[in-house]
Nanobody, 123 residues
């Protein structure tokens, strides 16, 4: 499975960005797709996860009211819509594929990682 993330950039606080993750390879639909982020000097943390089949999602409490994960099955692409961005959202965002059925996915449960896309939120 290959994951290609895009959509990062520089945005002012209060602004929005939409990240995309194009998935390809065998049995892509057998994985659940997740977004993680890693801020400078901090550990990589879970952001959100989605099921390809039924679209069920779960998001971390810190972003739940502002970020939305979605998918386009026809394009094998997962999105992360980020609204009302804050400086503390500054991080490299990674898409990932997992077989875990847990709603909160740990980095140890990730089978494949995308290359990351950088998001910088200025105050």
């Amino acid at each position: 499975v290959q994951l290609q993330a895009s959509g990062g950039g520089l945005v002012q606080a209060g602004g929005s960005l939409r990240l995309s993750c194009a998935a390809s390879g065998r049995a892509v639909r057998s994985y659940r797709m997740a977004w993680f982020r890693q801020a400078p000097g901090r550990e990589r943390e879970f952001v959100a996860v989605i099921n390809w089949l039924d679209g069920d999602t779960y998001s971390a409490a810190s972003v739940k009211s502002r970020f939305t994960i979605s998918r386009d099955n026809a394009k094998d692409t997962v999105y992360l819509q980020m609204n009302d961005l804050k400086p503390e959202d500054t991080a490299v965002y990674y898409c990932a594929a997992t077989t875990s059925i847990d709603w909160v996915v740990s980095t140890a449960q990730i089978k494949y990682w995308g290359q990351g896309t950088k998001v910088t939120v200025s105050s």
